[in-house]
Structures are given as C-alpha cells and as structure tokens.
T-cell receptor, first 116, second 112 residues
C-alpha cells in the first residue's frame, strides 16, 4: 500500500530563517507523482508542485525549492528566508491512478509557524 | 478568478437534517472529487466522478451521496448528518486521470 510520512508535526521558526519540511513515501508503483500542497488558515489547499517519478531534478521557484531523491524515497521542501505569510499546514502527497482517476494519498501534514 | 468554487463557505445544520454542499468549476475538467477533512487531519477522499462515472471509496458511509448533473457542477448530499460529520469538505478537479488536482476553498460544516 502507498504511504506518505511527514514526521514533523509542527515547526516554528523566526522570520527569515530557512526551513525544510521532510516527506518520505512508500510505493510499489514505478510510475507515480509527488505533490506538495499548502493549506493556509482559510482552508483552501493550494497546489505548489508536482513531480513525476522519472524526473529527479531539483526544482526552485522563488524562495521555494524541492529535493526529490528516489534512493531514499524522499521529497523534501525547503523555504528560504521564511516570511510570516508562509505560515500554514503543508501536505505532501503521492498519487496512484485508480478507476480512471488519480487518487492522492496525503501525509499527515506539517504545521509551519513563522514568527515575526 | 476563482476556478473551483464552493458554496456555501460555512454551513450549519441540525443533527439528522439533510444538507447539500455545492461545487462548480470553470476549468472544464473531466474529474471532480469530494474530500472530507476533519480537524488536524489530512483530507480523505470520499468519492469522485470521471465524467459521469461515479466512483465511491470503499469506506465512505452510505450517508454520503453525490450528484454531477453536468461537467461544471458536483453536489455532496449528506442524508442524515451526525455530529461526527462536522468537518471541512473540499472539492477538487483534474483535467484527466493524470492531471493535477486543484482544490476549492472548502465548505466548513457544523452539525448542532
């Protein structure tokens, strides 16, 4: 069965610090997708990134960067120079295709608090 | 412009009183999903529609039903809400089975 583990339940840092959110996954599929979503207090899940299993290149988008390593089944997310607006719950997710649609398996989420 | 819209954002209902939550999308996506998210938990998939084909998750209670009258709209019906059904309900869409899921703002349901 597929599984996503986000070992860090809560992280609290001071603004401008760098912070890394860990994500470890388990799957027997050779083709899969990994995602990160952000959930601010308003409740909406905001899509951040999707990565397919054949693309291990790291990605950078502004202050956000992602490190995908198949050898350790990890897909970690780093925020550089954190800001108060980054405060949210972040979910890592793994997808499987089932019955014609993509089923997301979510980790339990990491609550990130950026203090001024 | 909002692409996945959920109404209402907040819904209060009484124990046992049927309630319907609404989701609409302007993306013309083929797949629509309903998730339940309880406090401090990850979203849990209830069911999804691939075009008109309905797919229920094995552990979704019979109390939860869904309708998709056209491509743009999908409804979640809770026939007899219990206190345990209080949660955030999230709608998502994807272009096809390989596509990224985009979520709406959610409807927070309170059961009194």
């Amino acid at each position: 069965a597929q599984k996503v583990t986000q070992a860090q339940t809560e992280i609290s840092v001071v603004e401008k610090e760098d912070v890394t959110l860990d994500c470890v996954y388990e799957t027997r599929d050779t083709t899969y997708y990994l995602f990160w979503y952000k959930q601010p207090p308003s409740g909406e899940l905001v899509f951040l990134i999707r990565r397919n299993s054949f693309d291990e290149q790291n990605e950078i988008s502004g202050r956000y960067s992602w490190n995908f390593q198949k050898s350790t089944s990890s897909f970690n997310f780093t925020i550089t120079a954190s800001q108060v607006v980054d405060s949210a719950v972040y979910f890592c997710a793994l997808s499987e295709v089932n019955q014609g649609a993509q089923k997301l398996v979510f980790g339990q989420g990491t609550r990130l608090t950026i203090n001024p | 412009d909002a692409m996945v819209i959920q109404n209402p954002r907040y819904q209060v209902t009484q124990f046992g009183k049927p309630v319907t939550l609404s989701c609409s999308q302007t993306l013309n996506h083929n797949v629509m999903y309903w998730y339940q998210q309880k406090s401090s938990q990850a979203p849990k998939l209830l069911f999804h529609y691939y075009d008109k084909d309905f797919n229920n998750e094995a552990d979704t209670p019979d109390n939860f039903q869904s309708r998709r009258p056209n491509t743009s709209f999908c409804f979640l019906d809770i026939r007899s809400p219990g206190l345990g059904d209080a949660a955030m309900y999230l709608c998502a869409t994807s272009r096809d089975q390989q596509g990224t899921q985009y979520f709406g703002p959610g409807t927070r349901l309170t059961v009194l």
